[in-house]
């Protein structure tokens, strides 16, 4: 069965960090990329980050510089540092795995930032 278990998320004031965790289960093979997605109330679900199998990373213009991502690929499990929150980056904080034609998404980790 393929799982997606996440963590880290919570509340911190602005300028605090965090650091989320993502692990998807051995069944997932191939792993093409990792990523991390938000939803706050009554927005869209937007790209925050993402690495590829290779490497590569990409961010939202919004957290470049503020956050990080990282995976590591023995563990299936990727990472995301977040520095110097804001309280815009109040959200729901999912994870995102793409092995070939199949997406996988986690349950949600809440993030929230107070002024």
């Known amino acids: 069965q393929v799982q997606l278990v996440e963590s880290g998320g919570g509340l911190v004031q602005a300028g605090g960090s965090l650091r989320l965790s993502c692990a998807a289960s051995?069944?997932?093979?191939?792993?093409?990329?990792m990523g991390w997605y938000r939803q706050a109330p009554g927005k869209q679900r937007e790209l925050v980050a993402a690495?590829?199998?290779?490497?590569?990373?990409n961010y939202a213009g919004s957290v470049k510089g503020r956050f990080t991502i990282s995976r590591d690929s023995a563990k299936n499990t990727v990472y995301l540092q977040m520095n110097s929150l804001k309280p815009e980056d109040t959200a729901v904080y999912y994870c995102?795995?793409?092995?070939?034609?199949?997406?996988?998404w986690g349950q949600g980790t809440q993030v929230t930032v107070s002024s």
């Open positions: 995102n795995v793409v092995s070939g034609w199949y997406i996988y």
């Open positions: 051995e069944s997932i093979r191939r792993i093409n990329a």
């Open positions: 690495i590829t199998s290779g490497g590569t990373t």
